[in-house]
């Protein structure tokens, strides 16, 4: 699995970059947050050029699934989910990858199986 980077991490690289406090980093970051959250939860959708886009799309529900604890069958109505689009540069950058630490999808390590 890939390294996570945590919220802790961001602050001290960016307290490291732009010698500003890490409580105001923190502060910051938090309002960041909070904005695109409130903004998405509202209907809008939030657009970070050559980042990427958050938004709430609408999942479809279904009448055929199954609770995957009891195995009975439920129906599951239409409800919204959190989701995020990269932009063109983010893609572009990620495309280029090739030595990515992480896990393989299986089949695209070139092995025989």
Not at 32 to 58: D, M, N, P, W
Not at 64 to 86: L, M, Q
Request: net charge positive; hydrophobic share 35%.
């Amino acid at each position: 699995m890939a390294e996570k980077v945590t919220k802790a991490e961001l602050i001290d690289s960016l307290h490291d970059r732009l010698s500003i406090s890490r409580k105001d980093i923190h502060s910051l970051i938090d309002g960041v947050f909070e904005e695109i959250k409130t903004a998405i939860l509202s209907g809008r959708t939030v657009e970070l050029r050559g980042f990427g886009t958050f938004e709430v799309r609408v999942r479809k529900g279904r009448k055929r699934a199954r609770n995957p604890k009891t195995g009975e069958p439920v129906s599951v109505a239409d409800h919204g989910v959190a989701a995020f689009r990269p932009g063109r540069d983010l893609k572009k950058a990620a495309w280029s990858l090739k030595d990515r630490p992480g896990p393989v999808p299986n089949g695209s390590d070139g092995s025989q199986q």
